[in-house]
């Protein structure tokens, strides 16, 4: 038997606005709250399905680097400049990590500073 990944966890400053940025990116649901101000969200269906939810976990520590862990998002009902723009939209801001300006992908951050990258190969939605 193999393991499978069910939820990510990340260290917020302020939970509730990583909460709603991944949600609108993703078309996730709010699946619950715990009393030390943590955050799930994930599929509407909720745990345990094929997608991993997302932890939003309160955290008044500073990141002392560069996380060694990011997201690749990629489209589903659009291309990826219209994507882009809705992601630039919702608050995702350019990064720039010295990418050459060739690449297929976009690297981007989302409100607190976390890199991720929208890739440009559609997915289905399911």
Request: proline content about 10%.
């Amino acid at each position: 038997m193999a393991c499978r990944i069910s939820e990510l966890v990340i260290d917020a400053t302020d939970p509730e606005r990583l909460a709603a940025f991944w949600s609108d990116v993703l078309g996730y649901a709010e699946l619950g709250r715990e009393d030390d101000g943590s955050i799930e969200i994930g599929p509407p269906s909720g745990f345990g399905g094929p997608q991993p939810t997302l932890v939003l976990s309160p955290s008044a520590d500073p990141r002392p680097a560069k996380l060694r862990l990011h997201l690749d998002v990629s489209p589903t009902d659009r291309d990826q400049p219209a994507e882009l723009d809705r992601l630039l939209a919702l608050g995702a801001r350019p990064a720039d990590v010295g990418q050459t300006g060739e690449e297929s992908w976009h690297v981007l951050l989302d409100p607190e500073g976390n890199e991720f990258c929208l890739l440009r190969r559609r997915l289905s939605p399911a």
